[in-house]
């Protein structure tokens, strides 16, 4: 596992990210990290290891595009020193584009977005021991739709940005896909977008081992 000992992770992104967690700092009793996939990174991290006292911060806010990331980047990112970063954001920057086509100011293309997210990769990683980029998604197994292959862009743009800059990269649309033989997207997340614990479980399992997770541990082998 690449985490040590007493480090600090954040994870910051939007509502998928922010799952109702506890302001101003996701963390703490209650599930003051929240209900979604950082709530189970939190949960299988504490329970596989937990001699290493690790510190899970959930910094997503609901609605957030990379623009409005980029304005509290400073507080909620830089100056909690975290030793690792997870970013997972995009999903509003192309989801106003269909669902706001006539407020054009509510749109972040793919340029701005890609610009935005290398300029806060590299403000954040001098002070980091890991970083993961995670590609923002569409639950929809036709990769012909117009979001999806909207989404699609801006997943590979965050391919780019951690090739980029060094870091650990998660194809998060690449996790719904084996489930499309079995159900259908809205069994998944009913606006193709916010998904049940099903597909939090997902996401955070392909976190976990992109951080390099001993599944092991959960069945009590180390």
């Not at 992104?13 to 990290?33: A, H, M, N, W």
């Not at 870091?167 to 499309?180: I, N, S």
Request: aromatic share 10%; with cysteine.
């Amino acid at each position: 596992m690449k985490m040590d000992k007493g480090q600090r992770l954040v994870m910051i992104g939007d509502s998928i990210t922010d799952c109702e967690r506890k302001f101003p700092y996701g963390e703490g009793l209650f599930q003051g990290v929240g209900k979604g996939y950082v709530s189970l990174v939190d949960t299988l991290l504490q329970t596989a290891y937990p001699e290493l006292n690790l510190r899970v911060t959930n910094m997503g806010i609901g609605g957030n595009t990379v623009r409005d990331m980029k304005e509290r980047w400073q507080t909620d990112v830089l100056d909690l020193k975290p030793d690792w970063l997870s970013i997972m954001i995009g999903i509003n920057d192309v989801w106003r584009q269909f669902d706001q086509p006539a407020i054009p100011e509510s749109h972040v293309l793919l340029e701005e977005y890609e610009h935005t997210l290398v300029e806060l990769a590299e403000q954040a990683l001098p002070g980091l021991k890991g970083l993961v980029i995670m590609t923002p998604f569409y639950i929809e197994p036709n990769s012909e739709d117009g979001m999806r292959r909207r989404m699609d862009d801006f997943g590979r743009a965050a391919h780019r940005v951690a090739e980029r800059v060094g870091a650990l990269f998660v194809d998060t649309q690449a996790v719904f896909e084996p489930m499309f033989g079995y159900v259908h997207p809205t069994a998944i997340a009913s606006d193709r977008v916010h998904p049940s614990l099903t597909g939090h479980m997902l996401i955070a399992r392909a976190f976990l081992q992109a951080i390099g997770f001993d599944w092991k541990r959960m069945s009590g082998e180390v």
